[in-house]
Each structure stands twice: as structure tokens, then as C-alpha cells.
């Protein structure tokens, strides 16, 4: 039996599960001279030009803003100021500018094959962009087919020497190791791949809104904090289809949507960054109270315990919410006083979350305790508070019955202690 | 005060015992040893010695002249002799010698990478030298993922990790595939059936990478003793392979016993319980403490020899210890074990066949099996646990009342000289293969002209380029979709659509039990059938057939159901045909299957009476497979009558369904037999037996091969069975005519001719 015949029969068996029959393109065959002719064409509609190197070849495709447009809530030329702030303050902060320019940054963004980080799946669209004069520039390099890989990073890493600065949305999981993976496919053809550095706004992002928000996502982002919408955009999923369509035949109209996608993309990073800088610097911008203790605890993990009171202190004059987010406030304010040795203070916000605010939590509990252990010696006092966080621990709901045990355990081996010492 | 018996005192008593069937002593043998060979570095040599191993046995030293050759080689290793060395040697020679130089692993489970890995680090240890080896699975914390994959100097993982989490990102293990020396492939007798072919195909594409990244390893296999070990190799890895199968470990004299239990009912033929029977005689080696181990086929099986055991000698200050052994144990509790039984503490163990594979806990002075091991290789395994080094090994082999027990205690001679089986797979499996040319293509482009380890691409590649998979482009086949295709292929599952049976028992802890095929759950999952997991009972609530799903409570009832499928089988097309006598004619070919589940039957335990039934509705499912079946003439069935001719048909394919997967050594479920009166192509009455995998994984072909000879065995079992009218244990069932189908056998083989 022919093996066309036998891979009829089994079609079915072949199919793979979920898999929902599209409407598709059907294949067409194509000369190399047709193919040629309309990459011509689809170059010419795009307004991009083709790029070759050893007899593959690229679209590339350049566009200038003037800085003085307006895109959002930000002229993007409020660029210059936002890298101004950083350089005097928050200067340890993962998204410090400090010692750099404007022009240094690089705005980064891919658009893949596919979302799996596996050896099969390609970039084929690499988009950046970058202050130079007056203009905000983006640079788009398209692989028109999965054969011009080399043409594709060459180019791009010819033009693109340093990528220390690289500014990008998930970049660290995403798209950088997809670009090491791609080039590891044509290393000994293209420049080598420069070191890497990056401000990853989405890391950012989810610090600061992952609380409230049902997600994350660029465009979330775009509606709720910077004044955006897009209207007509592609949706990022469907990049990957539009583009085997275009494989199939190739039209510049099945891609156009996903060249707009991606710069504006790039557009919505830079003003993005200038966002967070302003909410991490507490200026130009009024930070909601969440934002605000999003950023001090963000600050409080980073060592950055000071900055990290200064925004607790301004946060606890304002915010006239409800108790619990006052208490939280006033708990990591004990915490970072007791960072800075600063027992005293420390112990004066514990108490009045415990008591003024009657919030009291185990981990409060626990630090007056341990304050009261350690520091004062005054061994009943400390168990009263050792005890009080034994019984908020046994009222709690468990959710984490290793993390309940281990707390338990401790705060047990803790009051054992306590009793040993105070006799 | 009692005093104990020694093992030779027991023996002496056990050998009046009625119901021994057959006692067969096989001599011990005596080590033969080498000494180290000169090449081998002294850091090596030094740390063996160290641990005890002043030479090698004759089989290592041969593994190592081979490997070290750069030649491939399949060497088969009983139980407990040395076989780690066989691989660890050349491979811990090579990284020594150049520590660029790296080894991949695969077991075919994670508990046996651990093993390896804690006793590969004992040796480094040993030796004091800076070398990497580690496990890879899905249990890796991710923060040590990336040394493994830069720093390994041996990964030690499992086919599945190699299928999903390597291959797919090759480019994150360059410097393990640039520098790979050596493919470790132990158990290598694990991989047969479908899950052999699929990884089959995953060494096709293990190979590939290595040529891209332009290494070129040699492959050393070992297998526990099979009928094929060279042959099952070369399929595996698609090389040419050393065979070496001559056994340096030294061996104790041994004692085979065969024990079948009394009959209790004479008409039925039913026999004294094998649970029961075993009791008994562990009993009599644990309390004059002799080791023991005890194997028994499920896990309640386990528990309750076990809660039996464990109530010996109570109030004795230094009572017996019992332990269980099961699936699923850590490394550290398998330590534990093993120390026990060194020192004494630990007296018995009973165990499931998770021990079989390859699990060293070291060896006793008694195993005794519940029930036949299902066949000749594993039991062999399994015996291989008794022969400790100071004295006489004894093993018991207590037969169930299955067909097949009775057939294998009855025929010593079958075991005892016939080859263990022939481990089989099919890698050129359509399905299978169309399955990892995806997975290949998806990590490398195939060139035009290019061949998938010489298979033919082409065709193929265009086949999924069709369906929108591959898209080609200056000359190469690109992956060219947004699915990542190893996560949708499931290298140990029938079929690629399973259904997934959930528990919902704890409404708080709904959990997956496990999956079946599609074909099989027809008839196992629909509504209201009681199915069997682990000895307990599960009614099936709900089975969502669209989205896979069958959802499953615990129950507690003394009936369970049996399905009735109605089958349609369809020959496609017949490649092979014979005619062995005027009655019979045999073919292998092409056959669609179609089934439709109807009606089923719920049945009580004890009586077998009918006690309710219901209706299915499902549709009717297809599969194309390969099938063997024999069809009869219509002289052959006028000379029996209708009737009787129909009984005996079905008689026989009831020995069948428990002989045939004796001889292919396949799982039974991955075949199934089905008789028909008038097959549809030919009009005859046929017995058809076939792959229950789309596209056949070469059971039935082999079967086809085979048949006279198989159909000889078949009348064997028939007539050594002591019933008198057909019993359970030999036709299935106790209303069939045992003459009717011993006459039709006999005709069929041409011993004599039929006469009425």
C-alpha cells in the first residue's frame, strides 16, 4: 500500500487532539522569481525596504516620531526628564537610569511563531526603537520566510551593538531567550550576540498592580494607567496566523496589522517607563495609596529602606482608608525601623498596630516579642505578645499547612525559651 | 523452646509435600573474574577496590574492551550481577581521560535514575575527582537546571524528559550534545510495544541533534535476559550491536519448585486460594528467619500478605520484620530497606513487580511468587532476587487457577527450555512515527532530500505541510505552527486521545486516577460500569466522551459489569497469506475496526448471576491496525455442526486472549482477539487478532508468523487441564465443549484429521 494511501486512512488517527479546523489559505506553489516579485510588492506597501546577505533577504522597515507628539497621557519627549530623575535619586533601583541618556535606552519587542520557548518556534518580527535628536525612532526587521534567519540577525545584530540597555515587556523570559535560541541556529554567520542588560517593565508592573488587577497585560496597562486605546489593533495571539498565512502567500495586507501591533508596542514601552519613574519618584503624578505601598514594600525587599519609609510616611499621613491597609503600612514602617536598628520605632508602630489600630497580626506579634526578647529583656511582656500570636496563628484560616506548622514550631520554641529564661 | 529449622531441613519436608508439581535444582556456578584491564585508569581501579571489587567478572571486562572500542554494544545481565559496571566503566574512563567528554542516561522511570545517580556519586566520591553527574526530570529544581545542562558531565534522565524538556530545546544542551560520547540505555527490555516504538523514534531524533552538533556516541544497552536482546537493540538505536551474554557473576545452587494448590471444587476445577497457600509457606522460612521475599501481583495483594506476616512471632522480643515494598518508594526508604535485609532486622519483604525492575535492594534466600509473573523474563527477574552468597536458594512458584498459571505449572518443560519472549517493536508505525517527524522537524528543519535515520520523508513532511504543520522553504521542511508537538504525544499511552479517569470521591480532593484509551473505555468507563483500580471499586458517574473525562466515585458493591461491544472488523487489505491445511487458511494485513458499545451486564461475584443491566449510548469509534486471523472451511463446520463448531469458535478465542500475549510479549490489553461466523471479506468463520493501537505496533504479524505453532500450545493447555468439560482455567468458561475444541485444535494442526 502507498504511503499517500496509508497516511489518508489514518488521517484521522493523525489529527491532533483539539485541533479545530481553520479557514486557510490553500497552498500555493511558488517560483522563486514569483516569490521575489511579490516580497517586492508587499515591501512597497509596507513602505519597507529589502535588506540581503548571502542570498536570503529581509524587510526592514523605519519610522520617525517627532518627540513632541503626544502619545497618552505623555508627550514622549518627557522621555529626557524621566532619565533626568534618576540620576540623584532611587539611583539602586533595578529601573535607575542613572549615569545614562536618554538615547542609551533601547526599546525592545518581538512577535514569535508561537508562545513555547522550544528550538521550533522563530522571531519574525524584531522591533526597536530609540531617541536620536528630536525623534523617537523604530526600526522593524521582518523574516519574510523561516529560510532567511541569517540575513535576519545579521542585520540586526550589525546594527544593534549594544543591548545593555535594553527596555522591554517580559524581555528576561521572553524574548531574549528566544533570541539566543534563534541565533544559536546561525551563529557562525552573524555577529556575536552582545551582553545583555534590561529594565523589564512587566516585572515592574505586576509589583505594583498584580493586587488589583485580573491581569497584567500591556494593554490593560495602556487603558487604565496611561490613557490609551487601540483602535483596529491586532491582537497579539493572532500574529502567529496572520503570518503562516503570509507564508502561504505572501500579501502585505495579512501583515501590515501586526507591523502597526508592534510598534505601537514599542510606543507604549517608552511612555510606560516614563510612568513608572514618575510613580517610583513620586513626581509629576498622584500615586493611589495600593501604588503607594506596592512601591515601599517593593523598595523595603530592595534594601532601599529609607526611600522605603519616606513613601510609608507620606502614605500613612494621607491614606484615610480602611484599617487593614493602615496596619500594613504601619507594620512594614516597624519593619524597616528595626532594619535601621532603630528598635524604639520599631516597637512603637508593632504596638500601634496591635493595639491602636487593633489589627494585631503573627508577624507583628512576633516582632514585638522578639523585640521585647531580645532588646528589653522583658521576658512576660514578650510572651504575652508570643502567646497573642499563637492564637491569631490557631483562629487563621490555613491555607499553607507546611508554612502553619513551621510557624507554630516556631513561635512554641520561642515561648518554651521565653519561659526557661523568665524564671 | 522451639528450636529452628535450617533451610535444609524445610527442604526435605517440602519435598513430600503433595502439591509440588515439579523440583528442578540448577547448580550454582562459580565467579569468573579478570583481572583490571591495563588501560583502565588507576583512579578507577583504586576506588574499586576500595569498595570491595578487586577484579571484574568476564561480562564487564568485555563491556568495557567493546565500548571502549567505540563499538555499541547490548549486554544481557541477570539480576544482581554487576551490570552497572558494564556502562559505568567506559563512561567514568572517558570523563576521566578528557573532562570535556559527556554521558546521557535513560531508565525508564525516575526511582531508577536516583538509584544510579547515588551509586554513580559513591564511585566519584570514592575516586576524589570533580565530576558532574546528575539526574534530569521533571523533580530538577529549576535553579540547578542550567548547570546540568552546561556542567553535566552525566545526565541521567527518562525517555519522556529526553521527549519533551531536551530534545525540544536542544539549543540550551549544546555542550552536552557537542560532546557526547556515550548513550546509556538500561532496561533496554522495558521498551517494547508501543512505548518501545515511540522510543524508538525518540533515539531517531536523539541521533539527529548529535549529528548537528556533530558527535557521533556509542550506545551501550543492557537488558534483562529476553529471546532478541541483540535484535531489540539494533531496532531501538538503529545500530549494529556487540551482543554480550556471556554471565561472569557467580551463582548459588538453586531450587525452582512449582507449587500448585489442591483443587477444592473437583467439577469446577478450582483450586485453593495462591494468597492463602503463600501464607503458609512464607510463614515457615520467616519464622526460622530465613529471608524471604514475596511477590504478589497488586498492591492489595501486598497489603494483605503483608498484614498477615507482620502478625508472626508476636510477643517474640526479636520479632520478624516484614516490610512492603511498592511503586513509588524514595531512594532513602529504599536504603533503608536494603540495609535491613544486610543486617539482619528486616526478614521478609513482599513486594509488587516494581522490584523487577532493576530496584537493587540486594538478594534473600527465598522468593516466592503469588501467581506466574505473566512471563518468562520476569519471572526470571524476579527469581534472580533469591541467591544470597552463603547458601541454597529456593524458589516457589504458586500457581492462581488463570488459564495461564495452570498452563505454565503444568508444562515445567515450556519455562524451563523455551527462550524467554521476544521483546517487539514497530518504529515505523505510521502514527507513531508521523508523531515524531512533527517532534523532529519541529527541532531541526528536515532537508528535501534528508531521511529520518534512513527512513523516507518525504512524503510525509508534504502530508503535513498540507495540514498546515510544516512549510516548506529553500529546500528545508520548517515547523511552521504555533503548537508545541511533544506536549500533545504521550510516549506511554495507547492512543493519543485518552480519556482520563477522575475521582471525585473527596469533593475537596478530586484527583486523577489514571487514563485509558478510547477503544477500551467504551466498554470500561461508560456510565454505571464499576471499574477496577488497585483493588478498589470505582463506579463511573459521568463520562464526558467529547471533552475525554470519565469522573469516578469509590463504591463498595459485590457486582461488577460487563460490557458488550458490538465489533465490525473490515479487511482493508492482505499483505501475507497461507494455507496450512484443507481447514484452516491464515492471512496478516490491513483491517478497520469498528465497535459500538451496546448494552451492559451488571454481575455478581460470588454466583455469576445477572443481577440488572442498562443500555450505552455512545457512538460507534474506528481504528485502522494491522491484525493476524485464521479463517475456517465450510466443509471443516458442516462436519462439526453449526453449533458445536460455534462453541469450540468461541472456546478457542478465549485461550487465545490469554495465550497469544504469552507469545508476543505484549501487555494483554494491547490486543484483542475477536471471532466472527461469517467474517465479512471472506464469509468464513474467522478468528481475527489484532493491534489495539491505530496502525499495529507488529503483535499480529508475528502472531501471523507463529500461528501453527502457537494454535499447538493452544491444544496443550486444553488437554493438560484436569477438568473434565472445560473449566475457567482453560476455555474461560465451565459450559463449553472441551472435546468439541480439543478435535478442532487437533484438525487445525493436522495432527489427525477431523472425523465426526
Redo the contacts between chains.
Sequence with gaps: ?S??K??D??K???K???HVE?E?TP?VSLTDIQLEKSMKEAAGQLGASILTHEQEAILVKEQRVSLQEKYGRYPLADIHEAVAMWQNDLVEHPLSAAGRKASDLLFFDTET?????????MIFLLGCGWIQGEDFVVKQYFLP????ETAFYYHFLKDVTDLTNLVTFNGKSFDWPRV??RV??VRERVPMLPAFGHYDLLHASRRLWKEDWENVRLQTIEEKVLELGRAGDVPGHMA??LY?QF??SPKASLIEGIFKHNYDDIKTLLVLYIHLTHLLHGKNVQRTPKESYAIAHWFASLGMTREAIIVLRALTDTDTNHDKSRAGAYQLLGECYKKLGENDLALQYYHYVVGELDYPSVNSCIEIAKILEHQKQDYEQAMYYGEKALEILDKKKIINKGKYHKMRAEVLHRLARLQHKSK | MKVRKTMADILSVLKQDENIAYWKTIPGQAARSVAFPETMDHRLVNALTRRGIPSLYTHQAQAFHIAEQQKDLVAVTPTASGKTLCYNLPVLQTVLKDSSKRALYLFPTKALAQDQKSEMNDIIDEMGVSLNSYTYDGDTPGNIRQKIRQAGHIVITNPDMLHSAIL?????W?SLFENLKYIVIDELHTYRGVFGSHVANVIRRLKRICQYYGSNPTFICTSATIANPKEHAERLTGRKMTLIDDNGAPSVKKHFIFYNPPVVNQQMNIRRSASLEVRTLAKEFLENEIQTIVFARSRTRVEILLSYLQTLNKGRKDRATIRAYRGGYLPSERREIEKGLRSGDIQGVVSTNALELGVDIGQLQVCIMTGYPGSVSSTWQQAGRAGRREDEAVILLVATSSPLDQYIIQHPDYFFDRNPEEARINPDN??IL?DHIKCA?????FKEEATFDGIEVE??CR?L????VL?L????W?????????T?ISLRSA???NVVIIDQTQVANVKVLGEMDRFSAMTLLHEEAIYMHQGEQYQVETLDWEEKKAFVRQVDVNYYTDANLAVQLDV??ADKSAVDSEMMERAYG?VSVRAKATLFKKIRFETHDNVGWGPIHLPEE???TSAAWMSFSESFVNQLGATKFEEALLGISQILRHAAPLFVMCDPVDLAVVPMIKAPHNEKPTIFLYDKY??GIGLSEKLYERMPFLLKEVLKMVERCQCESGCPSCIGTDSGDKKGIQKLLRALIGENTYVS
Design positions: 500500500m504511503l499517500k496509508q497516511l486512512r489514518y484521522k488517527h493523525l491532533q487532539p483539539g481553520k486557510t497552498r511563531t508561537g508562545l513555547q520557548s522550544g528550538a521550533g518556534h520566510g523561516p529560510g532567511h539566543k535560541t544559536q541556529f502567529p496566523f503562516f507564508l502561504k | 525540544p530545546h536542544h539549543t540550551k549544546v505510521l502514527i508521523v522537524a519541529y527541532e531541526l528543519p512524503e510525509i502530508f505541510s498540507d495540514e498546515d512549510h522553504q529553500a529546500g528545508k520548517f515547523w511552521m505552527n504555533d503548537g508545541f508537538p511533544a500533545n492512543t493519543q486521545d482493508l487489505e490491513d474506528e481504528m485502522h491505530p496502525g
